[in-house]
């Protein structure tokens, strides 16, 4: 299980949302002061994700939680968007390429078979890894742990 510590920005139901920061592998990296790619990665990287998800425990706007999803699932959404648009782009070129040859028209018509191929399979692609990949799943409330931590170390 792929686990993340997240923020809680809207409470709707049995509905959250959470926001996040990405993060790359450069974030872990012990050499990513001294790197051109690390410090790359810090100055370009620094958007937040809004993510939709349900939860049956009882959180408030400004909790830290822990969502986890599992990594089969994750591998699986992967592979799709990113195999898929790929695979569709070949197999467009291809069939544009046998159409040229048989109704003898130019080269030409391929590329416009392959951007159209492509963009297929990534709208494909986004429908099927929506079915493909799993809900994150809400492992555990943080923010009351560490109000009382908090509070321990303050000796309240």
């Known amino acids: 299980m792929i686990e993340r510590d997240v923020q809680v920005v809207a409470v709707k139901g049995r509905h959250i949302k959470v926001e ?3 993060q790359s592998s ?3 990296c012990s050499n990513n002061e001294s790197c051109g790619s690390g410090q790359l990665s810090k100055s370009f990287n620094r958007r937040l994700d809004v993510l939709d998800m349900q939860c049956d425990q009882a959180v408030a706007v400004g909790d830290f ?3 986890g999803i599992s990594e089969q ?3 699986r959404g992967t592979l799709v968007l990113y195999l898929l648009p790929l695979l ?3 197999v467009a070129a291809v069939i ?3 159409l040229t040859q048989l109704l003898a028209l130019a080269e030409l018509w391929i590329l416009p078979a392959m951007v159209a191929g492509g963009y297929g ?3 494909w692609a986004g429908h099927l890894a929506a079915q493909v990949v799993e809900e994150p799943q809400l492992i555990k409330v943080l923010s009351r742990e560490k109000d009382r931590m908090e509070l321990a170390v303050l000796g309240g």
Do not use: E
């Open 20 to 22: 996040f920061q990405r």
């Open 26 to 28: 450069c974030d872990s």
């Open 65 to 67: 939680v822990r969502v």
């Open 73 to 75: 699932s994750l591998l």
């Open 88 to 90: 569709c782009l070949i």
């Open 96 to 98: 544009a390429s046998q």
């Open 121 to 123: 399979g990534f709208k």
